[in-house]
């Protein structure tokens, strides 16, 4: 299990300091590093799983497994809204990270 410390950074800190924080205590390993620094990068537009995958260069069967266990830890989550993917033709759900989820139904 993720164990994550966010008492490296003050209540007074910025958002971004929260999420640095968030990133620096993770446990887990560079997979889950990559993920939340890129799903930081991508703002509230959040990404799927296999966008992820296709523009880090890794393959999506070992990617995608990922993104539950940081759910649970609290450091991303699932939004309401979906992407088609191209392989597949059916919806893949879009991740945020955390603290840009309540900002989600604005963005359907």
């Not at 070992?62 to 992407?83: D, Q």
Request: aromatic fraction near 8%.
């Amino acid at each position: 299990m993720i164990e994550v410390d966010d008492n490296r950074a003050r209540r007074t800190d910025p958002d971004t300091s929260h999420i640095a924080a968030r990133i620096s205590s993770l446990r887990k390993g560079k997979t889950d590093t990559a993920i939340l620094e890129f799903l930081a990068a991508r703002g509230p537009y959040g990404a799927t799983s296999l966008e992820f995958a296709e523009e880090t260069g890794r393959k999506h069967n070992n990617i995608s497994p990922r993104f539950k266990p940081l759910a649970r830890a609290g450091l991303i989550s699932p939004t309401a809204r979906r992407r088609i993917n191209p392989e597949t033709k059916c919806g893949s759900v879009v991740w945020v990270l955390r603290d840009y989820f309540p900002y989600q139904d604005k963005l359907l």
